[in-house]
């Protein structure tokens, strides 16, 4: 197995290309076993060079609202009333401590995701 760290952009490129032509690999020969230390190091290099920010907390609660096809009816055991629910979708009120702990428990939304302060919205 000849793997080595990536630290330039020409290093991630190959890893990628590397990567595809491992994908057809069974998950414990040694091709196998090389795909997952390539995508171990990408992510790596990806999570440096490439950070993703996190969702406004109101958008990632709409978003999963969206995905799976819930009602504010089904937000008020993890949010309170629906007037409160509307309150928090339309940023006139932020989620609590408390909020956020049944929303990630509930619905399965990571905690980090509803911490962060809502953008202001006019």
Known sequence: MDIKPIRTDAD????????????IATPDSPEGEKLDVMVTLVEAYESKHYPLDLPDPVEAIKFEMEQKGLTVKDLEPMIGKSNRVYE?????????????????????MPAESLIKPPQAHA
């Open 12 to 23: 991630y490129r190959a890893a990628l290309k590397e990567i595809e032509t491992l994908m």
């Open 88 to 108: 928090i979708l339309n940023y006139k009120r932020s989620l609590t401590l408390k909020m956020i702990w049944k929303l990630h428990k509930g619905l399965g």
